[in-house]
């Protein structure tokens, strides 16, 4: 008896460090969402939103069908943060802050995830799981994700942070009734060259107040 309980442990121990083991950090690569933007008088515009990663960087790139783009990109190292916008004719690299980041996240942490089961389909090439993120304040939102992968930094989604997997499709709302959804289309671990996460060279690196000021003017 005390041989097959020994044996027991081990098996049980084999098993959660195999689980362990498949999940493994994106540290690398890239992620393609086809996305549909509705607005609050129902327009709807589609695109898509490019997750690029390399180690603590991250770019997200957003492009829709109406010729909207934004380009954001993060260096968790240096906990540095911006966005490269076009105005007055000229190119803008404009600093946003970390902390503002994660105080709006700040509502979405502690999410739960109810229901999950195994579903049929497959996005982006993975199987995935179903099921329904609960948040602290009683909010909840239905989303498929592959556990085969986790994230390396916990910012990278504003409503999942901390994940301990990734979204292959989720859709929200906002308060002021801007609606999105998410499609993963690829999602590919590949080399990707530093260059990708740059300020480009004819940007012009300010702060987001000072970008204000220059709008109101």
Same mark, same amino acid.
């Given at each position: 008896?005390?041989?097959?309980?020994?044996?027991?442990? /081990?098996?049980?121990?084999?098993?959660?460090?195999?689980?362990?083991?498949?999940? !493994?950090?994106?540290?690398?690569?890239?992620?393609?969402?086809?996305?549909?933007?509705?607005?609050?008088?129902?327009?709807?515009?589609?695109?898509?939103?490019?997750?690029?990663? !390399?180690?603590?960087?991250?770019?997200?790139?957003?492009?829709?069908?109406?010729?909207?783009?934004?380009?954001? /990109?993060?260096?968790?190292?240096?906990?540095?943060?911006?966005?490269?916008?076009?105005?007055?004719?000229?190119?803008?690299?404009?600093? /946003?802050?970390? =902390?503002? /980041?994660?105080?709006?996240?700040?509502?979405?942490?502690?999410?739960?995830?109810?229901?999950?089961?195994? =579903?049929?389909?497959?996005?982006?090439?993975?199987?995935?799981?179903?099921?329904?993120?609960?948040?602290?304040?009683?909010?909840?939102?239905?989303?498929?994700?592959?556990?085969?992968?986790?994230?390396?930094?916990?910012?990278?989604?504003?409503?999942?942070?901390?994940?301990?997997?990734?979204?292959?499709?989720?859709?929200?709302?906002?308060?002021?009734?801007?609606?999105?959804?998410?499609?993963?289309?690829?999602?590919?671990?590949?080399?990707?060259?530093?260059?990708?996460?740059?300020?480009? !060279? =004819?940007?012009?690196?300010?702060?987001?107040?000072?970008?204000?000021?220059?709008?109101?003017?």
């Amino acid at each position: 008896m005390r041989y097959l309980n020994v044996c027991m442990v /081990l098996f049980t121990v084999l098993i959660m460090t195999a689980g362990a083991a498949a999940q !493994k950090p994106f540290t690398e690569g890239v992620l393609v969402y086809k996305v549909t933007l509705t607005t609050p008088d129902n327009a709807a515009y589609k695109g898509t939103y490019v997750f690029s990663f !390399k180690g603590a960087e991250i770019k997200k790139e957003l492009l829709l069908d109406n010729g909207f783009k934004d380009v954001t /990109l993060y260096n968790c190292a240096t906990n540095k943060i911006y966005t490269l916008q076009r105005g007055n004719e000229k190119q803008y690299a404009i600093q /946003l802050s970390m =902390d503002d /980041l994660l105080l709006k996240q700040q509502k979405f942490t502690g999410f739960r995830i109810r229901n999950e089961e195994k =579903d049929v389909k497959e996005l982006a090439g993975y199987k995935v799981y179903k099921g329904t993120v609960v948040y602290r304040n009683g909010s909840q939102t239905d989303i498929f994700y592959t556990k085969e992968w986790k994230p390396v930094q916990s910012i990278t989604y504003n409503r999942f942070p901390g994940a301990q997997f990734f979204p292959l499709y989720f859709a929200y709302s906002e308060e002021n009734g801007t609606a999105m959804t998410f499609e993963a289309e690829k999602m590919e671990a590949v080399p990707v060259a530093s260059s990708v996460f740059e300020i480009p !060279k =004819d940007f012009i690196m300010i702060s987001y107040e000072e970008y204000k000021q220059l709008r109101n003017e």
